[in-house]
């Protein structure tokens, strides 16, 4: 075979080196033969091989004509290379000596031809075992130089063909260990390589997806540490870092698809990426999405966040609740610089929690945090009016009912979808840019674990954060002493947008001109025991508990109606017919316990009427099934004194709702409005 080296490289010496240092080099290569585990007819193979170029270097007469010969090849036109024959009987330690020369590359790619038939060795010889510990050796060095050049793809590719000979010809089980210990190490500089590409790259970039989600699954998730060449430590700053080459729907997918697994540290990542997503495609849609991630996962410390939340939703008194009971002292006190008015602090601090906390880190936003335009958008605008129609809100600036959940944007979460009982929303599949995206989403979060605390380490940048406070220079400093509105009189959306910044001149006439939806007459008080009554029908007794394989439509929507009857009954005072535990998991039902309590300590009264008109299964799994229902829903919320504090008229809601199978009972684990 030609070997692709002359006698000076071969040897380890340069053109300049004179005899005396030629002959003292090869007694120090023949000192330092390879330990790897070559046979000695291999490594006398070897030794003859450098004595023969030592001789030929030591001998002037042969070393100026040899010295001409290389000249002359260099000369050449025709691309041509030094090389030196070796006899077959010495084409291994010809190798060898390639690979101690750093031609790793070169020795992998004539190793894993010499072991390809019709070339192959005998099976069982001393030729085949020095030829697969040649091909192991060389597929490492190779690797480990495009490593070292970055081309961490490259070296992936080497490795595995590395792997593939070796188990092939069922040689060298250490040396298949190191060379699957060096790609195993190498898989977060790969997810690197490959999603760090451009955009239009489809498949390597869904290659580095696969392969991110390969090492949190690894790790044992995010907050998990099972990897120990790949310490918390080292993995938050890499995972900032990928953060920056991933696109926000892309984003969306991977911590829905990990947050359904059970991570904490997922949900509230997917509650900022569908915030970052609903507020620069302008839809209101994916920010309730991302409110109700928070709310289910129970996690303290939630309330300021949540606020800014509620604020994009036009929620302008829930926002401003949920702001006073969560603010810590330093922002207090920075919100009282902001002026006498509340909502114009709250704007400012949403502002720039936008700005520093929810927009950066993704490949495809590079927005500002433009409050005005936000509430300026029709979309918006339209959505925020048609929640103020469906849910019939009276309004009354003198009066906040106590029992309210701060963080629910339905008026009352009896029997509508609570948004604090939504265990999840699956935001679409990646790279789903169009305005219908959303149409196709689903519940794909079961996770009804305990309330979870943030792992010890903090994440960069997203992290529950301790506020920054910046010190605004905008016209939010000085407002201008003009007499206080009334909040009920302004439409949700005019709110955030009028203490933020002058709403433009055709907003304003906008303003004046919408249709303002009508005040809902009080119903005539419903009596108490009408709900509880309503379910003591028998359809409800077979349905609890439901312990059949694959349940039907008909026995999910009995099951369905049971929790329905049982929460009804509860918030009218009176008890649940059917044990709660039977129906559904722990979460909705401390969800519907905190209720009762709050509506216990305020002395207020639910009556609650919900009829399911239909129902139909969206998708199902040994585990999990979840269904589409139709509902016909009303409700009045009475004082102590017979008053009547608020009421949602008669109205047909869609929501989705998901059962979970729990050894051989299935339960309600979650619901949601639907899409």
Do not use: F
């Given at each position: 075979m030609d070997l692709p080296i002359d006698h000076f490289r071969l040897l380890g010496v340069s053109p300049t080196t004179d005899g005396t240092t030629v002959l003292r080099t090869l007694q120090q290569r023949l000192d330092r033969a390879p330990d790897q585990g070559f046979t000695l007819d291999t490594l006398q193979a070897r030794a003859d091989l450098l004595q023969a170029s030592a001789d030929l270097l030591s001998d002037e007469e042969r070393r100026q004509a040899y010295e001409r010969e290389l000249t002359s090849i260099a000369a050449s036109a025709n691309g041509a290379i030094a090389a030196l024959e070796i006899p077959p009987s010495k084409e291994v330690a010809g190798l060898l000596l390639l690979l101690e020369a750093g031609q790793a590359q070169e020795a992998f790619e004539a190793a894993s031809r010499g072991l390809q038939p019709p070339q192959a060795p005998a099976l069982g010889s001393s030729r085949e075992a020095d030829l697969s510990l040649l091909a192991g050796l060389a597929c490492q060095g190779a690797a480990a130089e495009c490593r070292e050049q970055r081309r961490y793809e490259a070296s992936a590719r080497l490795l595995q063909q590395g792997l593939q000979l070796l188990q092939r010809m069922g040689q060298q089980p250490e040396q298949r260990r190191r060379l699957e210990h060096d790609l195993q190490t190498l898989l977060p500089y790969r997810v690197l390589d490959l999603i760090s590409r451009d955009l239009s790259a489809q498949a390597p970039r869904q290659e580095g997806i696969a392969l991110l989600e390969r090492l949190v699954q690894q790790r044992g998730g995010l907050e998990g540490n099972n990897d120990p060449d790949f310490p918390a430590e080292e993995f938050q700053p890499f995972f900032k870092q990928i953060r920056q080459f991933l696109t926000v729907q892309e984003q969306v997918d991977l911590f829905d698809r990990w947050a359904a697994a059970g991570s904490a540290t997922a949900e509230f990542l997917a509650s900022f990426a569908l915030t970052a997503a609903g507020f620069v495609q302008r839809k209101p849609e994916r920010?309730?999405?991302a409110l109700q991630r928070l709310q289910v996962s129970g996690q303290a410390g939630m309330e300021v966040v949540q606020a800014c939340q509620q604020l994009l939703l036009g929620q302008v008194e829930e926002a401003q609740a949920l702001f006073e009971a969560g603010a810590d002292a330093d922002l207090r006190a920075w919100a009282a610089q902001q002026g006498d008015e509340p909502l114009a602090a709250l704007c400012a601090h949403c502002r720039d929690w936008l700005s520093t906390e929810v927009l950066p880190g993704f490949r495809d936003i590079d927005a500002e945090a433009d409050l005005d335009a936000w509430f300026a958008d029709r979309d918006v605008q339209a959505y925020i009016d048609q929640q103020d129609r469906i849910h019939g809100r009276q309004r009354s600036t003198a009066e906040t009912s106590p029992s309210t959940d701060l963080g629910a944007a339905w008026p009352d979460v009896s029997l509508m979808p609570p948004l604090a009982e939504a265990e999840g929303l699956d935001t679409g599949s990646a790279g789903a840019a169009t305005d219908d995206e959303d149409a196709g989403d689903d519940d794909d979060d079961l996770w009804d674990g305990p309330l979870w605390s943030w792992p010890q380490w903090s994440w960069p940048q997203w992290q529950p954060p301790a506020l920054r406070l910046p010190s605004l220079s905008n016209p939010l400093e000085a407002l201008p002493a003009l007499p206080r509105p009334d909040l009920a009189a302004w439409p949700r959306w005019g709110l955030p947008a009028g203490a933020a910044v002058v709403v433009?001149?055709?907003?304003?006439?906008?303003?004046?001109?919408?249709?303002?939806?009508?005040?809902?007459?009080?119903?005539?008080?419903?009596?108490?025991?009408?709900?509880?009554?309503?379910?003591?029908?028998?359809?409800?007794?077979?349905?609890?508990?439901?312990?059949?394989?694959?349940?039907?439509?008909?026995?999910?929507?009995?099951?369905?109606?049971?929790?329905?009857?049982?929460?009804?009954?509860?918030?009218?005072?009176?008890?649940?017919?059917?044990?709660l535990e039977a129906i559904a998991r722990p979460l909705p039902v401390q969800r519907l316990q905190e209720q009762v309590r709050a509506n216990a300590a305020a002395g207020a009264r639910e009556t609650v009427s919900a009829t399911v008109t239909g129902l139909r299964s969206l998708e199902r799994s040994p585990q999990r099934i979840a269904v589409e229902a139709t509902l016909t829903y009303s409700d009045r919320r009475t004082g102590s004194d017979g008053n009547l504090l608020s009421q949602t008229p008669s109205t047909t809601l869609r929501n989705v709702y998901v059962f979970a199978r729990d050894g051989e009972l299935w339960r309600l684990a979650a619901f949601r409005p639907s899409p």
């Open positions: 920010i309730l999405a433009a001149a055709g907003l304003g006439g906008w303003l004046l001109l919408r249709p303002r939806a009508e005040q809902v007459k009080p119903l005539p008080v419903q009596p108490v025991e009408q709900p509880a009554a309503k379910p003591a029908a028998p359809v409800i007794q077979p349905a609890v508990p439901l312990t059949a394989a694959d349940p039907s439509d008909a026995q999910l929507q009995r099951l369905l109606e049971a929790w329905l009857a049982a929460k009804a009954a509860l918030l009218a005072g009176g008890p649940a017919e059917q044990p």
